[in-house]
């Protein structure tokens, strides 16, 4: 069964550093999301991206992200400067097109900020 | 979307159905009802949905009152691997993109 797969699946950094966590969608999917969990807190919408371009992003996705489409394939997730509080689950999902309403979700990447 | 209420927590025996509520009073005409289910910290894994019908599928089945009002998510004969945090989100099926994540129930299968 086709599935989204994400990496990596833990990634530590320093503070200030950049990330780029990586997605790669189901491969006839056509829209793609970015979520983040913080460790006991609900699971937060950041960013969906439709057609190479943002069509809803959260207060949350504030100028230290960014997302990019760079090739026919992945999908990824950018953070200029991370924070402690960058700390978090990251979700890639993806969903096929106007038929389906249906999101699949990647396992996440385990983001540690020290 | 319209907002969502279920409990925070259930128990139930394995092999024994597992019936989850949710009460989404203010929902609207052409909002559906999806359910989703969270193992672990693991990313969500998409259920179930349903208008106004009852719904079956291999994983699940949806009861819908017929008022809308609220639903209940059964897994018929709940396993130790069907612990997890399950949430019911109402959504527009034609607008917006984003799930609306609750704190969901917590669902635990006990041997």
């Known amino acids: 069964e086709p599935e989204v797969t994400q990496t990596p699946s833990h990634q530590v950094t320093q503070m200030g550093q950049e990330v780029i966590l990586r997605c790669v969608p189901i491969?006839?999917?056509?829209?793609f999301y970015w979520y983040r969990q913080i460790l006991g807190q609900k699971v937060e919408f950041l960013v969906s991206f439709y057609n190479n371009e943002i069509s809803e992003k959260s207060e949350i996705f504030d100028d230290q992200f960014s997302v990019e489409r760079p090739d026919g394939s992945n999908f990824t997730l950018k953070i200029r400067s991370t924070k402690l509080e960058d700390s978090a689950m990251y979700f890639c999902a993806s969903r096929m097109g106007q038929g389906s309403r249906i999101q699949y979700f990647g396992a996440g990447t385990r983001l540690s900020v020290l | 979307d319209a907002k969502t209420t279920q409990p925070t927590s259930m128990d139930c025996a394995e092999g024994r159905a597992a019936n989850l509520p949710c009460n989404h009073s203010t929902i609207s005409g052409n909002e559906y009802v999806y359910w989703y289910r969270q193992i672990h910290s693991q990313g969500p894994q998409y259920i179930i949905h349903g208008l106004k019908n009852n719904e079956t599928n291999e994983m699940a089945s949806l009861i819908i009152t017929e008022d809308r009002k609220s639903s209940t998510l059964i897994l018929p004969h709940a396993t130790l691997r069907d612990t997890a945090v399950y949430y019911c989100?109402?959504?527009?099926?034609?607008?917006?993109?984003?799930?609306?994540f609750g704190g969901g129930t917590r669902l635990m299968v006990k041997p």
């Open positions: 491969s006839n999917h056509l829209y």
């Open positions: 989100i109402v959504r527009v099926n034609n607008a917006g993109n984003m799930l609306t």
